[in-house]
């Protein structure tokens, strides 16, 4: 059986007429982390919304564990838990309530401990627990997006600029996050333009320009992606 | 997993949802103004016509006594005649406040008693009377459009809609709750008044359930309306509302304007001051006439009555009773074609409230409040027989010239309104 997670196969979307996505292929494994790194307007968005059937690929074919995003829509999404860019949550709830209320529409009932838990893991200070989202900054919303996603425990992680306005340590402790549930067995695809975090926490770099992938680094032995290759394609290509 | 803890979440949801809660908020206290509003105009219907009652008695009994002769007994003698309010008559009062409810009548002609005061022509009701009927009809898409217009799009530009999608089971467990909780709070907020109205006046069950039924569809209509359009994925929120708003100003106020324009330029009928006028002049113009004109006009319509005594007198009360009634069958076909006119005008609204919900459930309410053209309709037609009950009671006395006496007055017996119109 195969251990393929995410499938982009040919992958074509066109939007307004322009060719947003052309011919890309790659896999993500179980238990993989694989970063797309692009510049505006490569596709890196577009990749997630056709993984979630939010959009119909024009060509090619888009699989969530063996399932076709663009024919199975709802049962795709079941299997996938999602970090938008900007963690939009409801403001006028708090952050209990927003992760009750979010999990209920996954028909998932969870106990108290384990939003503490989830909420722990993301160091969101527990005095801020109990305030409505419209007093958070943009990082603590984003912590508790990422908490969100991980009450989920989806086999699938689709990440849109995860680390997008947190502070250091907590990028840190996202990166730690992210290992772990990788080793747990879960497949991570993560955009970004954050080139430093791909590096450390990915085991395979993309670089997507206009819509098509066009070199994917692996990481080494020690588990690591030489940064400074990375960087300098990643640089080629947008000034290209 | 139950679908309880999904309604609890959402009904959470929607306590903190501010803006949401106090429109239904709002909806709820203008249905209970509309209900209160109601109830008062009820309540002094019901004392002013328990009021017209004992005075009209008292003074009929006061004429009576001072009375000379049989036909200015009838001359004098008033006689309540009303259209009691249903239990629901609050919720639509209609054309109550237009078409008379509450009349004196006397045995004189009945024509220019019932059109003294000329009634509407039952067209398409516009935003008139504030009751119920006005906030179902009008204030009810308002609530709607506003609780609904942004359903999807709130969502889309507050950048949640691809996370709610995504981790929604599915479509339904995302939107299927937050539209029937709100749905079933407007519907609260709107029927709880009505519901406590209702009870007040002791409706039946059946109204009860009958009027309800009226307002779901109502919200039913209006809510798939608004959704149709709030669900566009391209619709912005203020395009939704717009549109939404559109809809309504066409629905609830540009066809009943067109309606009422056209069934004004269809159906030209005289209005119910033509015919108390038609019937005041050949009243008056009996006066110059022969004597014997007017009573042979009347023994045709009233054979019973042919063998009274020829009139030698200048005057004779025989003779006046004669032409009023010759004077109301004179305007008899124009009070036919007037009411004709009226029913044509009702039957064209009836089709208008096809494409009108808002002249649809106006007309609902007022079919079972007993306040629409059919209602107001019975009544005059109540009028009449009472009338006739009460100039068929004199015409023994004035027409056999019976000697008049104060125990032969008395023994003039005409029943109440209430026993000739069989109310309760």
């Not at chain 1, 056709?50 to 709802?74: D, R």
């Not at chain 2, 019901?46 to 009994?61: P, V």
């Not at chain 2, 406590?196 to 409706?203: F, H, I, K, T």
């Not at chain 2, 029913?343 to 208008?352: E, G, M, N, Y």
Request: with cysteine; hydrophobic share 50%.
């Amino acid at each position: 059986m195969s251990n393929c997670a995410l499938r982009a196969s040919d992958l074509e979307v066109i939007r307004g007429g322009n060719a947003v996505l052309s011919g890309m292929s790659f896999e993500v494994k179980q238990g993989e982390v694989f970063a797309l790194l692009g510049g505006n307007g490569a596709g890196k968005s577009t990749t997630l919304l056709t993984f979630m059937g939010l959009l119909q690929p024009n060509g090619g074919i888009a699989e969530v564990l063996g399932q076709s995003a663009a024919k199975e829509p709802v049962a795709v999404r079941n299997q996938i838990a999602y970090l938008p860019e900007n963690a939009a949550l409801y403001d006028h709830l708090t952050a209990w309530e927003n992760l009750t209320y979010f999990l209920s529409l996954s028909q998932v009932r969870p106990d108290q401990a384990s939003l503490s838990a989830a909420l722990d893991s993301v160091s969101l200070p527990i005095q801020s627990r109990g305030k409505p989202l419209k007093s958070y900054s943009k990082g603590m919303r984003q912590k508790v997006a990422i908490a969100l996603a991980l009450l989920r425990e989806t086999p699938v992680l689709l990440l849109d600029e995860p680390t997008s306005g947190l502070d250091p340590s907590a990028v840190e402790d996202f990166h730690n996050i992210i290992e772990r549930l990788a080793k747990q067995g879960v497949a991570v695809l993560m955009v970004t333009h954050d080139l430093y975090g791909a590096c450390h926490v990915a085991h395979r770099v993309g670089i997507l320009r206009a819509g098509q992938l066009v070199e994917v680094f692996e990481a080494d032995e020690d588990g690591s992606i030489e940064i400074a290759t990375v960087r300098d394609l990643f640089l080629q290509q947008q000034a290209a | 997993m139950n679908q309880s803890f999904r309604m609890r979440q959402e009904f959470h949801f929607l306590l903190k949802s501010k803006a949401v809660l106090g429109v239904l908020l709002l909806l709820f206290v203008i249905s209970g103004v509309s209900v209160a509003l109601g109830l008062n105009y009820v309540e002094a219907e019901r004392q002013q016509i328990t009021e017209l009652i004992q005075l009209d008695t008292e003074e009929r009994t006061h004429k009576r006594s001072l009375a000379y002769d049989y036909g200015g007994a009838a001359y004098d003698a008033f006689h309540a005649a009303w259209n009691p309010p249903t239990p629901l008559t609050f919720a639509a009062i209609g054309q109550r406040d237009l078409n008379p409810t509450l009349m004196r009548i006397r045995a004189l002609a009945i024509e220019g008693q019932i059109y003294e005061t000329d009634s509407v022509n039952p067209e398409l009701a516009l935003a008139g009377r504030f009751d119920f009927a006005f906030v179902a009809a009008y204030l009810l898409p308002l609530v709607i459009i506003f609780v609904f217009y942004d359903l999807l799009a709130s969502e889309r530009e507050g950048g949640r809609l691809n996370l709610l999608v995504v981790t929604a089971e599915r479509a339904s467990a995302l939107w299927l709750p937050r539209i029937l909780l709100r749905f079933f709070g407007i519907l609260i907020s709107i029927l709880f008044p009505l519901w406590v109205g209702m009870l007040m006046e002791s409706a039946a069950v059946g109204s009860m359930l009958s009027a309800s039924f009226a307002i779901v569809v109502q919200a039913v209509i209006w809510t798939a309306l608004v959704l149709a359009i709030a669900t566009r994925p391209t619709f912005r929120s203020e395009t939704s509302a717009a549109v939404s708003v559109g809809a309504w100003v066409v629905l609830t106020l540009a066809i009943p304007i067109a309606g009422k324009v056209y069934i004004e330029g269809s159906v030209t009928g005289i209005k119910g001051a033509e015919v108390a006028l038609v019937q005041r002049e050949a009243v008056n113009d009996a006066w110059d006439l022969p004597k014997s004109t007017t009573m042979d006009a009347f023994y045709a319509s009233h054979p019973e009555w042919s063998d009274s005594a020829p009139i030698n007198e200048e005057w004779h009360w025989k003779w006046y009773y004669a032409f009023q009634q010759v004077g109301d069958e004179l305007a008899a076909d124009l009070a036919q074609e007037y009411r004709a006119a009226m029913l044509a005008r009702d039957q064209l609204t009836a089709r208008f409230a096809f494409i009108s919900p808002a002249v649809a459930i106006q007309r609902q309410f007022e079919a079972l409040a007993h306040t629409n053209l059919d209602a107001s309709l019975a009544f005059e037609d109540q009028v009449r027989e009472y009338h006739e009950h009460i100039r068929r009671a004199y015409y023994p006395v004035l027409f056999r010239e019976v000697p008049f006496s104060s125990e032969r007055l008395a023994q003039i017996e005409i029943a109440d309104f209430s026993e000739s119109a069989g109310l309760d």
